[in-house]
């Protein structure tokens, strides 16, 4: 695969979704226009992120490690996003024990959010998510 792969990759995530992480390596997040950055310089690292997300976009070559760094990456997705909301942000969940505000600061949330984006980088990456 080449620059050009990556390249329209990049091109057809959304604008937000680019400064997301989606990549983890060697102990790092990665965000789609970071990836690029580095590829386009033409760096070692770029080298190997493009790589990785050649294979990772490849039909069924998702491993069970990929899947755990998935897990990494989307609780920095969530820490990232959820730096973003407007104070005084809150989601309400409805259980048998009644109505509960859930606010960015609680377990609960950032545990909804992780799951949304592990869900949303497995669809990102040809999965069913």
Known sequence: ??????????????????????????????????ILSEIERGTALGEELQRKLERLLSP?????????????????????IISMLPKGFSIVKISKEGRVDLTPESDEFFRLAVEGEYKRLLKIFGGKG
């Open 60 to 80: 069924h070559t998702i491993t069970s490690l990929d899947l755990s760094e998935f897990r990494k990456v989307a609780e920095e997705r969530a820490k990232k």
């Open 1 to 34: 695969m080449s620059y050009e792969f990556v390249r329209k990759w990049y091109e057809g995530l959304p604008p937000m979704e680019r400064k997301l992480p989606v990549l983890y390596h060697d102990g790092k997040v990665y965000s789609p226009e970071e």
